[in-house]
């Protein structure tokens, strides 16, 4: 079964220190790896995915499919950063639905 | 442009109730999904439509819960005889096709409080 597992619930980092949000994902076949982000009080809206191999605001993720890991890494935060984080999986066997992890709640402190 | 909007924004029921919650995709958009958010998780696939059709709605939980999308446009998620358990925010996203590597686009999410 799939599975996505965000360890941490919550995170705080002071700002301009480096930020890693975990993921780790069990899942059948190869699957498209994507982070969202919802900021306070904002839709729920793409950051980044791994085909792109993009940067955007200055996060990158590496997909390790030794680990069945898809951290999210940036390094370094700002305020603005603060937010809400999911890692998902899209299923890639026709839906292309996604399966979210539970989320990170990041806080960058000034 | 506009993107995808949901209507009502907050619904509140009473246990045994019929609701029906809207949403309004991107104009051009032909895949469709809804999706569930309860207190704490992350959101949660329900159905998943190709235009018209419902191409995928394995992610109902039982019967209660139905979507249409009869002119491949705007969609309904209906859900009979509410239970407090239904209690979440409910949202839908679309993207141009369905593919991998197609953006969903989300919307602002409809809050059901099933009392």
């Known amino acids: 079964a799939q599975r996505v597992t965000q360890p941490e619930k919550l995170l705080s980092v002071f700002k301009g220190a480096p930020v890693e949000l975990k993921c780790n994902y069990s899942?059948?076949?190869?699957?498209?790896l994507f982070w969202y982000v919802q900021y306070s009080r904002q839709r729920l809206q793409l950051l980044l995915r791994?085909?792109s191999r993009e940067s955007i605001k200055g996060f990158t993720a590496d997909l390790n499919k030794g680990e069945t890991s898809f951290h999210l890494k940036k390094p370094f935060a700002q305020e603005e950063d603060s937010a809400m984080y999911y890692c998902?999986?899209?299923?890639?066997?026709?839906?292309?639905?996604?399966?979210f992890g539970t989320g990170t709640r990041l806080t960058v402190i000034p | 442009g506009a993107g995808v909007s949901q209507t009502p924004s907050n619904k509140v029921t009473e246990k045994g109730k019929y609701v029906e919650l809207r949403c309004d995709p991107i104009?051009?958009?032909?895949?469709l999904y809804w999706y569930r958010q309860s207190l704490g998780q992350g959101p949660e696939f329900l159905i998943y439509?190709?235009?018209?059709?419902?191409?995928?709605d394995s992610g109902l939980p039982n019967d209660r819960f139905f979507a249409v999308r009869p002119e491949g446009s705007v969609s309904t998620l209906k859900i009979q005889r509410t239970e407090r358990g239904d209690s979440a925010v409910y949202l839908c996203?679309?993207?141009?096709?369905?593919?991998?590597?197609?953006?969903?686009?989300f919307g602002p999410g409809t809050r059901l409080t099933v009392l």
């Open positions: 996203a679309s993207s141009y096709i369905s593919g991998s590597t197609d953006t969903q686009y």
């Open positions: 899942y059948s076949g190869s699957p498209e």
């Open positions: 791994h085909i």
């Open positions: 998902a999986p899209s299923d890639q066997t026709g839906a292309n639905n996604l399966f």
């Open positions: 104009s051009g958009h032909t895949a």
């Open positions: 439509f190709q235009g018209t059709g419902a191409a995928d």
